[in-house]
Structure formats: structure tokens, C-alpha cells
């Protein structure tokens, strides 16, 4: 049995705590809010720790700091100890230079969490299939192949790479969003009708944007040029559309067609099959005979509820070749689809 100390009992620490435990690790945990270490020794994820003193003086053979980046940081710069450190804060170019002093640290960012936080919704199965990024910068090469196995360990795919390159690519997967989900909200509501007439592609589109500004607000600071370069890259793209659909002919097409592709290139494809669900109970029930039955991979879920309540639209997205079977397992449980 392997012993791991975390530093920061929400979402993300709570979830490597369980997934840790499931793996036969022991875990014991310590975090400012006595709320959430108990809410995390409650779900059996940790073994409390008085202080963050304790979680130093405990020798295990991992020390995990999960916490925002200005805490980590403060954190990282208290340590001084022959343990492997990670953390897992998402931007790493200053968590990186905070932890440069420890001779087995490892910089660490795992591309999974939820629009909820705290420990009551975290999961084991949190980073499973998801990207986890392991910076090189100044690493060991023994200490980032253990962070590997970790991170393995956990259900996740490790990504190495360095510091600068991390904050450059989640500055335009993962910040640059935000920023793009936050003005389409903002220019939709300048003019109120647009807002009933808000579908699905409107509602994927601005998903993050209904996420808790004081979490994003210090993510975004921390990262400023790379937000700054990517905000700019946008703009000039942004700019070639909009010349593009002024002119006409062949260049809207071939920059849409262009960004089929790489969309297209993210994944195997999937096809969305939509379901209208009435408001009466049982209707998920049936869905789920239906998947059961069909046995089909699903790739993507999601619920769009009607606009005042009751039922709604369920699209269900699964790879081609299994679009048919779930069609017919659907019909033949009543349900009603919109294809």
C-alpha cells in the first residue's frame, strides 16, 4: 500500500482521493474549510490531518496540492520535503517556477471537472478518458514516468509537454471559450427576442458561460498573455469570416469546410438521434431500456429542458454505425424522435 497526502479536499482533490482509495492507496487529507475535509472523510476519500504541517510531517510518497493557483503557489513555496510533489492547478508556468526549489516535484494538470464544486461532487471515474497534463519542466525523468503511472492509474491519458506550452493551448481550448461563451450571451441579450429563440447550437455554445465568474476570474489573470494572444487570434479570424461572408463565393465555404474537418478530426464522428420526452415519469426509464437493449456506444448526452418546464429533448450521440439500433430501440418504447 502507497501512502498520499492531499492539500485541498474539493472536486479535484476529493476525486484523486477516491480514485487513489479504489487503487488500494492510503490517503490522508487536510484543507482550510473544516467543512469540506469532513464532507471528504465522510465519503471514506481522506483521513483528516490537523494542518497542512501534518500533511508535511506524514512522509508519504506523494504529496497532491490541489487548490487555486495563488494558494498553490504559497503552498509549494512552504515545502520542503524528499517526497514526489504535484499539483494540479490550471495554469502552470508560476506553479511550476513555485515549486522549482523541491528536488522530486512535477507540475500537473488534469483537462476534467464539473460546473459544481466541492468534495459531495466529486467521482473516482472524474478523469476517466480525460487528458492530463504532465509539465518537463526541470522534472526528473523517473519522478514524471511515476506521475504517469498515476495519472494512468486514475482512468486518465498523460500528456507531456512544457509549462509555456500548457498555458498557450488552454489559454484557446479552455480560457478562450469563456471569454467567446460570455459575448455571444452578452450580444444575444442586447437584443431580448434572440433569447426565445435560443436552440441547442446557442446552448452549446454558451454552456460555460453559466459557470461561477469568481471561480474563472483568477484563471483568467494568471494567464493573461496567452488570453491576450488567443483573444487577438480570434479577432483576425473572426475578421476573415466576417470578409468572407460580405464576398461571397467559395471562401466562406472553404474556411467553414476547413473547420469541419478539424472539428471532425477531434473524435470519431458521432450522430446526434433526439428524443422528445413528455413531462411523465417513466420517460428516462425508457430511454434507458432503450441503451440497455441496443447496447450502442454513447459518445455525448445532453438534456435540453423545455423553456417553462416539462419534458424537454434528450439528444443522445453515438457513433454511426449504431444510429439505426438506437432509433429502433426508441421507437420501440414509445418514444418520439425529432431526426
Partial sequence: MRRAAIAGTGLIGTSI?????????????WDPDPAALSAAEERGAVTSLAGFDDLIASGSDLILISAPL????????????????????????????????????????????????GPSAASPALFHGAAWVITSDGANANDVASVEEIVALLGARPLVMTAAEHDAGVARVSHLPQIVA???MLEAAATPSSLDLAAGSFRDLTRVAASDP??????????AAEVAAA?????????????????????????????RAQREALGA???????ALADRPGELAKVGHSLETSAVDVRDI??????????????????????????????????????
Fill in 17 to 29: 482521493a477516491l480514485g487513489l482509495c479504489e487503487a488500494g492507496w492510503d490517503v490522508t487529507g
Fill in 302 to 339: 445532453q438534456l435540453r429542458h423545455a423553456p417553462y418546464g416539462g419534458g424537454g429533448v434528450l439528444t443522445i450521440s453515438v457513433r454511426d454505425e449504431d444510429a439505426d439500433s438506437l432509433r429502433a430501440a426508441l421507437l420501440a418504447e414509445g418514444l418520439l424522435l425529432l431526426d
Fill in 182 to 184: 460570455g459575448a455571444l
Fill in 269 to 275: 464522428a458521432a450522430v446526434p438521434v433526439r428524443v
Fill in 214 to 223: 469568481r471561480r474563472r476570474e483568477g484563471v483568467l489573470a494568471a494567464n
Fill in 231 to 259: 483573444i487577438d487570434g480570434m479577432r483576425s479570424r473572426l475578421d476573415q469570416l466576417e470578409h468572407a461572408v460580405w464576398e461571397g463565393g467559395s471562401e466562406l465555404h472553404d474556411l467553414l469546410a476547413l473547420a
Fill in 70 to 117: 495563488a494558494v498553490t503557489v504559497e503552498l509549494l513555496g512552504a515545502l520542503d520535503v524528499e517526497s514526489l510533489v504535484i499539483d494540479v492547478a490550471s495554469v502552470k508556468t508560476e506553479a511550476v517556477a513555485a515549486g522549482a526549489h523541491l528536488d522530486h516535484f512535477v507540475g500537473t494538470h488534469p483537462m476534467a471537472g464539473r460546473e459544481v464544486s
